[in-house]
């Protein structure tokens, strides 16, 4: 059965510095792996994916992730982090067939972003 | 990316009664509609899945009864919570997705349900 783990439920990072946001998953074959950020009170926004091709993918707002499969490693990153991008992020994988050739997102818990100024 | 609306953005109501959530996909055709309900810094838990033209499927311990999903048409999807009880205040999501695995889906912006 797929998974996917954010072992950290907050990350605190300051304004500037480089921020990092964890992932690692579980699944039976080939990864599809998904960012989005949430807002208090909205729906999720969708950052960046990775399906193949090149490790380093780049995504919105300045976002990046790295895909290592070795370590089935998906983690989100940012060279310089903004106040603005203090949200909840959550990593998904797309794996499990819903019918009428969609797929459903098994989400991570999610890890709080807190930049500080 | 594409658009998902999702009205209304909250709604209070009285136990007993029923509220309706509708979920439209403004620029693209949702072959198919998920619907998540998301608790205090809690997770995205899925509830149901459903396609257009077919009945929803639901996830284990969803009422189906409860929560009345319809998916008429490729742009408009419904959830009716029936007989709301104050446990089932609650964020609820609504998401479209067009393609397949290597697409991302689209989320509306969440209806805040308050039942008193």
């Known amino acids: 059965a797929q998974s996917v783990a954010q072992p950290e439920d907050q990350v605190n990072v300051a304004e500037g510095n480089p921020l990092t946001v964890k992932c690692t998953y579980s699944v039976s074959g080939n990864p599809y792996l998904f960012w989005y950020v949430q807002y208090p009170n909205r729906g999720l926004q969708f950052l960046l994916k990775?399906?193949?091709?090149?490790?380093l993918v780049k995504g919105s707002y300045g976002f990046e992730a790295e895909f290592n499969k070795s370590q089935t490693s998906f983690h989100l990153k940012k060279p310089s982090a903004l106040v603005s991008d203090s949200a909840l992020y959550f990593c998904?994988?797309?794996?499990?067939?819903?019918?009428?050739?969609?797929?459903?997102?098994?989400f991570g818990k999610g890890t709080k972003l807190s930049v500080i100024p | 990316g594409a658009v998902v609306s999702q009205h209304p953005s909250w709604v209070i109501c009285k136990s007993g009664t029923s509220v309706k959530i509708e979920c439209r996909s403004l620029d693209f055709q949702a072959t198919t509609m998920f619907w998540y309900r998301q608790f205090p810094k809690q997770s995205l838990m899925l509830m149901a899945t459903s396609n257009e033209g077919s009945k929803a499927t639901y996830e284990q311990g969803v009422e189906k009864d409860k929560f009345l999903i319809n998916h008429a048409s490729l742009t408009l999807s419904t959830l009716t919570v029936t007989s709301a009880h104050p446990e089932d205040s609650s964020f609820y999501i609504c998401?479209?997705?067009?393609?397949?695995?290597?697409?991302?889906?689209?989320f509306g912006q969440g209806t805040r349900l308050t039942v008193v």
């Open positions: 998904a994988v797309r794996d499990v067939y819903s019918g009428a050739g969609s797929y459903q997102l098994t």
């Open positions: 998401s479209g997705s067009q393609g397949g695995r290597d697409t991302e889906a689209f």
């Open positions: 990775y399906i193949t091709g090149d490790n």
